[in-house]
């Protein structure tokens, strides 16, 4: 059975769009039919849906604030009583990119990246594109570069690395 069919029989989602958050669901469940996912994985994500918006109502939260800051508290909150599925965290962020597409809450801030988190992607450019190294390499080097940086450099890395104007 997949998710289009389940959705029909589901009194799950017939809860959950009629709700507060129903338009969320509605969009969520198109997303995981259109995706072709099972009716277990579709009952699964709707579950965690519904969890994610009752501790998000809970916690006096406006719909459209849903982001990736939330999910992560909510994982926290969740993992304190239950054991987090492998697939929580993947459903969660195919329901935000759902949400996104539609407008229905707003882009994603970008994430902003430490100075060492810099070096290493300038790092693992040269790495690649001038030396050739496989990407298990590359991977390996870039987090051995980001600890020596941490602990050579742990106030900053640019100031300690570049030379002095003259």
């Not at 709700?19 to 969009?27: D, M």
């Not at 707003?106 to 992607?121: C, K, N, S, V």
């Amino acid at each position: 059975m997949n998710a289009s069919d389940y959705l029909q029989r589901s009194t799950l989602y017939r809860k959950l769009i009629h709700g507060p958050y129903g338009e969320f669901a509605r969009v969520y469940a198109g997303r995981l039919s259109d995706e072709g996912f099972g009716r277990q994985c579709t009952w699964r994500s709707l579950s965690l849906f519904r969890e994610l918006r009752d501790w998000h109502v809970g916690n006096g939260h406006a719909r459209q604030d849903l982001s990736e800051v939330h999910v992560e508290r909510f994982l926290e909150h969740r993992s304190k009583h239950w054991s987090i599925d492998t697939g929580d965290r993947s459903a969660l962020r195919r329901l935000l990119a759902a949400l996104r597409q539609e407008g229905l809450i707003p882009p994603a801030l970008p994430i902003e990246r430490t100075e060492h988190e810099q070096i290493g992607d300038a790092f693992a450019a040269y790495l690649i594109n001038e030396r050739g190294l496989a990407a298990s390499t590359v991977e390996s080097h870039k987090l051995r570069s980001r600890r020596f940086l941490q602990e050579v450099c742990p106030a900053g890395a640019i100031k300690r690395l570049m030379p002095r104007a003259a």
